[in-house]
């Protein structure tokens, strides 16, 4: 690490061992990944509650050593967020006992992973969103070594399935943001084969703020208020 005035800024070296399987999945890291994903506020984008409830799993995998996150475009058939970016997931089901059990049954119904194969490590709170549907994030990692290619697609429910590494999910040049006319700005990620906007974007800034440390991983957002522009006076004659 050096320093530059009163910043300090690490190697590349050093930013790389953050990424790294040894750092992440250490049993104190996973601790205080989960405790601080928790605790974190709960993200209202509707005054009401709706009824349904539903989760995601956030998939932490190994592809070519590397640790990433895994996404799934939906079909374009569906009837809702139809050719959308999302992790795997999907409605609570009468017989789930948990909606941590929800994201890993839509997981294997999606991919063909099995229950077995995740590890889970904690959920968030649940997200309010403006639809008719809460929805659950749930971290979970892949413990076998993970071929996007090679996974059981259900194609009735998932178009394509593709993994962005970690180190280049973070890089700030891939970094950005979308701002909406209601006075919100949400996180989107350029680094991987499709933008990651939305609310999984916002799900995927929540937990790398939660897995890593600022000098690793900072997304700031800020809403930029609209420039009004003011008609001059007409001037008397």
């Not at 989960?34 to 984008?45: H, L, Q, V």
């Not at 809460?134 to 399935?161: F, H, M, Q, W």
């Not at 897995?211 to 609209?226: E, G, N």
Request: with cysteine.
């Amino acid at each position: 690490m050096f320093r530059v005035g009163q910043r300090f800024f690490c190697s590349n070296h050093q930013l790389s061992n953050y990424f790294s399987s040894d750092y992440l999945y250490t049993e104190e890291n996973v601790k205080k990944t989960a405790a601080k994903f928790a605790s974190m506020k709960p993200i209202r984008f509707n005054t009401k509650e709706p009824p349904m409830r539903a989760a995601v799993l956030i998939p932490l995998c190994e592809v070519d050593g590397k640790v990433s996150l895994l996404y799934t475009l939906r079909a374009a058939h569906l009837k809702n967020h139809r050719g959308q970016v999302s992790f795997p997931g999907g409605k609570q089901d009468e017989m789930d006992k948990s909606l941590e059990e929800t994201a890993l049954r839509e997981t294997q119904e999606e991919l063909g992973i099995r229950p077995d194969d995740v590890e889970l490590w904690g959920s968030g709170n649940l997200i309010v969103t403006r639809g008719e549907t809460c929805v659950l994030p749930v971290i979970g990692r892949v413990v076998k070594p993970l071929s996007a290619d090679k996974l059981k697609v259900n194609p009735t429910e998932v178009e394509e399935v593709f993994t962005v590494c970690l180190e280049d999910l973070c890089k700030p040049e891939y970094l950005g943001h979308t701002q909406f006319r209601k006075r919100s700005s949400l996180p989107v990620f350029l680094a991987g084969k499709r933008r990651v906007w939305g609310l999984t974007a916002l799900i995927t800034n929540m937990f790398l703020t939660a897995l890593l440390p600022p000098k690793a991983y900072s997304h700031r957002i800020k809403y930029v208020s609209t420039v009004k522009l003011i008609e001059p006076k007409a001037m008397s004659t």
